[in-house]
T-cell receptor, first 109, second 114 residues
Framework: GQNIDQPTEMTATEGAIVQINCTYQ??????LFWYQQHAGEAPTFLSY??LDGLEEKGRFSSFLSRSKGYSYLLLKELQMKDSASYLC??????????WGAGTKLIIKP | ETGVTQTPRHLVMGMTNKKSLKCEQH?????MYWYKQSAKKPLELMFV???????ENNSVPSRFSPECPNSSHLFLHLHTLQPEDSALYLC?????????????FGAGSRLTVL
């Protein structure tokens, strides 16, 4: 079956760097997405990777290795407002989105 | 209003009630979705409408009935629900055929079934 794995919860300190990993096993690959979801709010799009390598967007970067079925989201200079859940999703060969259960990130002062 | 708007934000209903969730998008997108979000579980796709036609129904129980009267509005009609249907119901929209197919979500309707 198809599967997306990501840690359930992570804790980090304000100002630090955190890496949230996502591994996947899917029927084909047409891109990987990261979304951010604050408690009680809508998930919002962060990044999209379809080719191997690192995509940087301000304090957030997303990395993809298709051969390893692996991605990570890197958050730098953490701020309290980065406390949220981070959802990893892969688009399979049928253009269906397969979702992970999300990683709850807790930022401590 | 901009983005995707869902009403009501919170809903409590008994197992014999009939209620509806409403979603409206102001983005000019041509596809709309209903997702179920339960704690610590992946998002579950329930229904997809593309150009106002249903293109996916992932074996959702018939007590959930979608309606898409036009490209901007989507409803989820609820009747004789079960307590396990308590969850956050998210609506999303996207522009099919526009590259990465990024979803724009609403804030969700939190449903509690007693």
């Amino acid at each position: 079956g198809q599967n997306i794995d990501q840690p359930t919860e992570m804790t980090a300190t304000e100002g630090a760097i955190v890496q949230i990993n996502c591994t996947y096993q899917t029927s084909g690959f047409n891109g990987l997405f990261w979304y951010q979801q604050h408690a009680g709010e809508a998930p919002t799009f962060l990044s999209y990777n379809v080719l191997d390598g690192l995509e940087e967007k301000g304090r957030f970067s997303s990395f993809l290795s298709r051969s390893k079925g692996y991605s990570y989201l890197l958050l730098k200079e953490l701020q309290m407002k980065d406390s949220a859940s981070y959802l990893c999703a892969v688009m399979d060969s049928n253009y269906q989105l397969i979702w992970g259960a999300g990683t709850k990130l807790i930022i401590k002062p | 209003e901009t983005g995707v708007t869902q009403t009501p934000r919170h809903l409590v209903m008994g197992m014999t009630n009939k209620k509806s969730l409403k979603c409206e998008q102001h983005l000019g997108h041509n596809a709309m979705y209903w997702y179920k979000q339960s704690a610590k579980k992946p998002l579950e796709l329930m229904f997809v409408y593309s150009l106002e036609e249903r293109v996916e129904n992932n074996s959702v129980p018939s007590r959930f009935s979608p309606e898409c009267p036009n490209s901007s509005h989507l409803f989820l009609h609820l009747h004789t629900l079960q307590p396990e249907d308590s969850a956050l119901y998210l609506c999303a929209s996207s522009q099919d055929g526009a590259g990465a197919n990024v979803l724009t979500f609403g804030a969700g309707s939190r449903l509690t079934v007693l």
